[in-house]
């Protein structure tokens, strides 16, 4: 049936045709009485956008009995195949102009493990970012079922909001429908359309009861129609329903099913107009639907053959819609957990914690066995999707009934993922337990695969700790596991490489960067041999970040180029934008800003080529960064805002919050320190409202040394003890000693050595705790200076000694420069200015070796008393000129000053040197 198109109609539809072209309005609400007007309008105008050339449409619906989840991810995965598309031929094109776009979406579909709400989101701003100069995308909304859920409301009032630019929304809905009712909603922007009359709905509904009884194969059809209630492809429909499909084809054409039928798509048959026709009672609806009862199991049957042999998006929806029908309990259950792991694969894990959970509800309370492998599906696809606290609950629920039957295996992996979703939430302490336990019942299962596996991942928890020597172990344990029983499989290879990769990180930790290259040169190898261009070009990655370490650029520069080859050849162009962002941080360590800038750059168009929106986040943070150091300080505030609001368009509070941070430093560096304060104290916050404790202790901890600075020191204690007891709750060893030092020093600048000096002990015992031998180099430093400052020349030459010896090991050359620095402060102190002299030279050497400005001058400064004390006048003053022009290149004007004034007082030393000198010889004294 059509609606005549009236001249009120195509007024209204050229009201429509104009809001596309709208600057500022971003959404429209056509509304109906009922459903037929309300759908031919909408086709009508439709139709119009899309002749226009210049609108890109995407068309979604909601049928009737679909869950959130079901049409959500039919909406993404319609998004990413083109089918939501209007029109083929510009989908084609925009394909075409973009060939990445289509990667990019189905990584999104099948890859992400965020919420179907986020990524349907981020799969339109996609599109939309893609689009050509002057093309509008217009989503188009028809819930083709009575749309009352207030969730639903919740969602078209956020999808309003993340709307991206040059994105247009039209949702259509019948006046009964809540969202019609919201008047607060889009009051401005609404359309009431003309209906059919009542003797046209009348007719229609007449015909429609006409047809659905039919005794024929019309009547078969449209009762299967009705009862399905989603679209069905002629050759499914045949096999649910056992007609040919010829007789198919020739129904859809009569003239008395053909109008009971959509037109749009002419590979599938579903219902014009299904809110009319789907039977609202509940009685009519089981009626129909134990008529339908063999076209279920032959439904069942034929989707999960589909699932089995071609995986796809449309199979596992079709099968779950197909289960969300059935009142069978068992059946429900056991098809839920044949096939949750295939769609997780696909992306679906959401739909499939649909599926686990009906069969929960309906599961006989007293069948443990069942519930128990229910509950571990549950927690596994729960996990999956980084619901790490709903994953712990449910295996809560399963581990007692996995443990009453006796499933071993089963209980194995509930252990595993115990220890998986522990260590997402940082809650060490459990994870532990849990990956103990895992590995337990992996040995006795005797499955050498499997104990692999569950130590390397037990290593990465130890590793993410800084319990490094028990990482290694494991990792070695996992390595040799490996090689003995599958060594000569490219699955064991695999494993071999993976291990190594992981001894390397562990040696780049310690700071061994030479284990480290070994170890990342033989994964390298392997990769190599086996042809995995992913794998090689994380493997040049971790060597780019090993050189760069070493200050070795020209080598990370090589590794990163390489890592980004590798990428472009695997298909990842996402990754060889990161390695220019590794090249740029590359730069920016080597204090070349520039070149550090133009590598940000790169990163930012190839990621805003791409449309990844949070990589071009980003490199507007790194150029923020640059900026920053270069004293742009207004710039880095632009980059740091840009950055803000897209994380914040993303739904990415933490990283949005990060932005908040940088902020907060850059007034720092402006020496704005109230302004500073106020960002940390907004960003702290921030952290806390979102639960995320690290964030939180970070930000105590800037706040703490901006207090230090103004000298409010009850405040900065304040902070320090916070976030000490936020890392410690975390098991942040290493942070947690470094907030010790923090008030240790505060207790330095206090004046109160007393209370420092326990600090800076436990802090020791902290970093020895986790094997970290520069924290322990700094802290034995730290108190170096404490006892310095108190006179204790001897013990604090002890401490710096301990210090020095730590840095030579780890060849940290700077952390050498400072101590020499300092050694020959305190052997200036105690008249041995020999030996002060020799520190004071070493340090020298290293730092020019370094092109340290900072530390060059400041060492100069010293040596200059040194030669003073020693009446060297000339070398004091060829120390000092050389610190002055380092002061004036770095802008250090009152350094500089201060320099002058050092040089006048040695020209008056050495004059007055000379004359006692002259008198000397006149009066034969010498």
């Known amino acids: 049936m059509q609606s005549p198109i009236n001249a009120q109609s195509h007024d209204q539809q050229k ?42 449409v995407l068309q979604y619906v909601i049928w009737p009995r679909e869950h959130s989840r079901h049409f959500l991810y039919r909406w993404l995965d319609d998004s990413v195949s083109g089918r939501a598309c209007r029109s083929l031929r510009t989908w084609t094109e925009l394909l075409q102009d973009r060939p990445e776009l289509q990667r990019q979406l189905e990584l999104l579909k099948t890859k992400d493990s965020r919420p179907l709400e986020v990524r349907f989101l981020e799969a339109v701003r996609f599109i939309a970012e893609n689009l050509n100069s002057g093309q509008t995308l217009l989503l188009n909304f028809m819930p083709l079922t009575i749309a009352n859920d207030a ?3 919740d969602f078209f009032k956020s999808i309003l909001q993340l709307l991206p630019g040059k ?106 107009y299904p809110r009319l026709f789907f039977p609202r009672e509940t009685a009519l609806r089981q009626a129909l639907a134990g008529d339908m009862a063999d076209v279920d ?69 007293k069948d443990d066995a069942m519930g128990g492998r229910l509950y571990l599906a549950l927690a596994d696809v729960q996990e999956h999707l980084g619901r790490n606290r709903d994953a712990l609950e449910t295996l809560e629920k399963a581990i007692p009934r996995l443990e009453e039957n006796g499933r071993r295996v089963d209980l194995q992996l509930a252990f595993e993922l115990k220890g998986r979703a522990a260590f997402g939430l940082r809650d060490i302490d459990l994870a532990q337990k849990a990956f103990d336990e895992a590995l337990r019942l992996a040995r006795e299962l005797e499955d050498p695969a499997l104990i692999a596996d569950i130590l390397s991942q037990y290593g990465y928890l130890h590793f993410s700790n800084r319990q490094l020597q028990a990482a290694e172990a494991m990792y070695q344990e996992s390595l040799e596991c490996y090689r003995h029983f599958a060594l000569n499989t490219d699955a064991g290879r695999r494993g071999v490489a993976a291990q190594l990769s992981h001894l390397g990180h562990v040696a780049y930790a310690r700071g061994d960067f030479e284990k480290a290259e070994t170890c990342h040169r033989q994964a390298l190898a392997t990769y190599t041999e086996l042809d995995d261009e992913n794998r090689m070009a994380g493997e040049w990655g971790y060597l780019g970040h090993t050189y760069f370490a070493t200050r070795d650029y020209d080598q990370a520069i090589q590794a990163y180029e390489q890592a980004a080859t590798h990428d472009e050849a695997a298909g990842n162009p996402m990754m060889a934008a990161q390695r220019y962002a590794n090249l740029g941080h590359t730069m920016y360590a080597q204090r070349e800003p520039e070149k550090a800038r133009r590598f940000f750059e790169t990163a930012l168009k190839r990621y805003q080529s791409q449309g990844n929106a949070s990589g071009e986040a980003a490199q507007y943070s790194n150029l923020g960064l640059v900026k920053g150091d270069q004293g742009e300080f207004d710039r880095a505030i632009d980059y740091f805002e840009q950055a803000r609001k897209i994380y914040e368009n993303l739904g990415d509070p933490i990283n949005a919050v990060i932005q908040t941070v940088r902020l907060g430093h850059v007034r720092r560096g402006q020496n704005d320190l109230k302004a500073a304060k106020a960002h940390y104290q907004d960003a702290m916050q921030q952290y806390h409202d979102l639960n995320y404790r690290l964030g939180e202790g970070d930000t105590a901890m800037e706040l703490g040394q901006v207090n230090a600075v103004l000298k409010e020191w009850d405040a900065a204690d304040d902070h320090f003890r916070q976030a000490e007891g936020i890392y410690a709750e975390l098991g942040h060893t290493e942070k947690q000693a470094m907030c010790l030092l923090l008030s240790a020093q505060l207790c330095h600048a206090r004046g109160d050595a007393t209370a420092a000096l326990p600090l800076l002990a436990d802090a020791v015992a902290l970093y020895e705790k986790i094997d970290n031998a520069l924290g322990v180099a700094n802290a034995a430093f730290q108190i170096g200076l404490l006892h310095f400052d108190q006179q204790g020349y001897d013990q604090a030459e002890a401490h710096y000694r301990q210090a020095l010896a730590i840095f030579r090991e780890k060849t940290d050359q700077e952390g050498v420069a400072n101590v020499l620095a300092n050694l020959g402060t305190l052997h200036f102190q105690t008249q041995k200015f020999d030996l002060a002299a020799e520190e004071l030279d070493e340090a020298l050497a290293l730092l020019r070796q370094m092109q340290h400005p900072v530390g060059l001058a400041g060492v100069l400064t010293n040596l200059s008393y040194v030669h003073e004390a020693r009446q060297h006048y000339s070398a004091a003053y060829d120390c000092l000129k050389e610190a002055r022009e380092l002061y004036q290149k770095i802008n250090a004007d009152q350094e500089a000053k201060q320099i002058d004034q050092r040089l006048a007082e040695i020209e008056r030393q050495a004059e007055l040197s000379l004359m006692r000198m002259r008198g000397s010889m006149a009066s034969g004294q010498i």
Request: hydrophobic share 40%; aromatic share 4%.
């Open 15 to 56: 009201q429509l045709l104009n809001f596309l072209g709208s600057e500022t309005e971003k959404i429209y609400m056509i509304i109906a009485a009922e459903e037929i007007g309300l759908t031919e309008f909408t086709r009508s105008w439709v139709d119009a956008a899309v002749e226009k050339g210049d609108v890109l």
């Open 151 to 153: 969730a639903l409301v």
């Open 167 to 272: 994105t247009k929304m039209t949702i259509g809905q019948c006046k009964g429908d809540l969202l019609a009712g919201q008047h607060d909603f889009c009051p401005s922007n609404r359309i009431t359309v003309n209906g059919v009359g009542a003797d046209d709905a009348q007719s229609m509904m007449e015909h429609y009861y006409h047809c659905y009884h039919d005794e024929g194969v019309n009547g078969r059809l449209m009762r299967t129609l009705v009862h399905l209630a989603h679209p069905v492809g002629i050759p499914d429909l045949a096999a649910l329903t056992g007609i040919d499909e010829a007789a198919i084809e020739a129904a859809r054409s009569d003239e008395t099913l053909a109008p009971m039928l959509a037109s749009d798509d002419p590979t599938r048959l579903s219902l014009a």
């Open 297 to 365: 199991q032959n439904a069942l049957a034929r989707f999960q053959e589909q699932l089995n042999r071609m995986p796809g998006s449309r199979a596992a929806l079709n099968h779950s819609l197909t289960l969300c029908r059935l009142n069978a309990a068992n059946t429900i259950a056991e098809e839920a957990l044949r096939t949750y792991r295939r769609k997780l694969d696909l992306g679906a894990g959401e739909i499939s914690e649909v599926e686990l959970q009906r069969a929960l509800a309906d599961l006989d309370s």
